[in-house]
């Protein structure tokens, strides 16, 4: 089984920045990827940027070098740098992870909601 703690959400006015972090935890999982999704009222969930173990990124184009992803692979965490955040941005953000334990599957965190005021 694979627990994810998501933190770092928040109220920010635009233009401001806020980290989000991820943290994942259990045993005899093997961690592919980990990765940030969103999901604001009345839309569906989103990508917002992955990071594969080995350090590959991939981001949506609405990032538009605004965010970083990375990871600490000892700590099992992974990190969500948002910086010139804009209204828009607001949503809960969910942080995903891919991994391998009885089978691969996709995990979730709670979320963490991230409002941003203009």
């Known amino acids: 089984q694979v627990k994810l703690v998501e933190s770092g959400g928040g109220l920010v006015q635009a233009g401001g920045s806020l980290r989000l972090s991820c943290a994942a935890s259990?045993?005899?999982?093997?961690?592919?990827?980990m990765g940030w999704y969103r999901q604001a009222p009345g839309k569906q969930r989103e990508l917002v940027a992955s990071?594969?173990?080995?350090?590959?990124?991939n981001y949506a184009d609405f990032v538009k070098g605004r965010f970083t992803i990375s990871n600490d692979n000892a700590k099992l965490t992974v990190y969500l740098q948002m910086n010139t955040l804009e209204p828009e941005d607001t949503a809960v953000y969910y942080c995903?992870?891919?991994?391998?334990?009885?089978?691969?599957?996709?995990?979730w965190g709670q979320g963490t909601q991230v409002t941003v005021l203009s």
């Open positions: 995903n992870c891919n991994a391998r334990y009885w089978g691969t599957r996709d995990y």
């Open positions: 990071i594969t173990r080995s350090g590959t990124t």
């Open positions: 259990g045993s005899g999982f093997n961690i592919n990827a």
